[in-house]
């Protein structure tokens, strides 16, 4: 694709547990298309391994409500009522688009339908699981929250499940092969 292109965004989202930082690392290795990763931004503090700029931008709650009154996030959100925001920074999208790269958004639905707002040609990709018991199984075999938090995370997961029919494709992650090369190929043909 030529540099002078205008590039595409691309919005991934799904519940929690589904998969989707798997599925990701592994299409943008496959794509045929430009793909970048905009870097999140949150107020939550690192979890052993994450970077700073690489995993997610780390900011402190002052930050965070500055970029939000000066209208720099495209979206941002409260996530799981535990105080801490999330948001992507128009910095992040914009230049790189123009730059004719591709834009992966991985965020959820009302993520994903504040950007639309902003991008309605984004290409939307929704990922579900194979059954309701499958993430659950998952989000178990993690060990990283208590029953609290993983009946929270599966409420929401229905949520966001009802939510799927606003997006343009739909990509069950039951074979990580044949869902990567599903996603590829809407990303080829779109």
Same mark, same amino acid.
């Given at each position: ?5 205008q590039g595409?965004?691309?919005?991934? #989202?799904g519940p929690?547990?589904v998969?989707? #930082?798997?599925?990701?690392a592994q299409v943008l290795?496959?794509?045929?298309v430009?793909l970048?990763?905009s870097v999140s931004a ?5 979890r052993?391994g994450e970077r700073?700029?690489?995993d997610y931008?780390?900011l ?6 500055a970029?939000? #009154?000066?209208?720099?996030?495209i979206?941002?959100?409260e ?6 925001? +999330?948001?992507t ?8 688009l123009?730059?004719?790269?591709w ?5 959820d639905?009302?993520?994903a339908? /504040?950007?639309?707002?902003? +991008?309605?040609?984004?290409i939307?990709?929704f990922?579900?699981p194979d059954?309701m ?5 998952r ?5 990283t929250e208590?029953? /609290?938090?993983?009946q929270r ?5 229905r949520e966001?499940?009802a939510?799927?029919k606003? +997006?343009k +494709?739909?990509?069950?992650n039951d ?5 990567v090369?599903?996603?590829?190929n809407?990303?080829?043909n /779109?």
């Amino acid at each position: 694709m030529a540099e002078n292109c205008q590039g595409r965004l691309v919005i991934i #989202s799904g519940p929690s547990g589904v998969g989707k #930082s798997t599925l990701l690392a592994q299409v943008l290795k496959q794509s045929e298309v430009p793909l970048v990763m905009s870097v999140s931004a949150t107020t939550r503090g690192p979890r052993p391994g994450e970077r700073d700029g690489v995993d997610y931008h780390f900011l402190t709650e002052e930050d965070f409500a500055a970029k939000r #009154s000066r209208g720099e996030f495209i979206e941002c959100f409260e996530v799981f009522g535990k105080g801490h925001w +999330y948001g992507t920074l128009a910095d992040e999208v914009g230049p790189r688009l123009e730059r004719g790269k591709w834009v992966v958004l991985e965020v959820d639905v009302k993520g994903a339908m /504040a950007v639309t707002e902003r +991008y309605p040609e984004a290409i939307t990709i929704f990922i579900g699981p194979d059954s309701m018991e499958e993430l659950e199984r998952r989000l178990r075999g993690r060990e990283t929250e208590d029953e /609290a938090a993983i009946q929270r995370r599966l409420g929401q997961a229905r949520e966001e499940l009802a939510a799927a029919k606003q +997006y343009k +494709y739909h990509v069950v992650n039951d074979d990580l092969d044949r869902a990567v090369g599903e996603i590829c190929n809407i990303l080829t043909n /779109a």
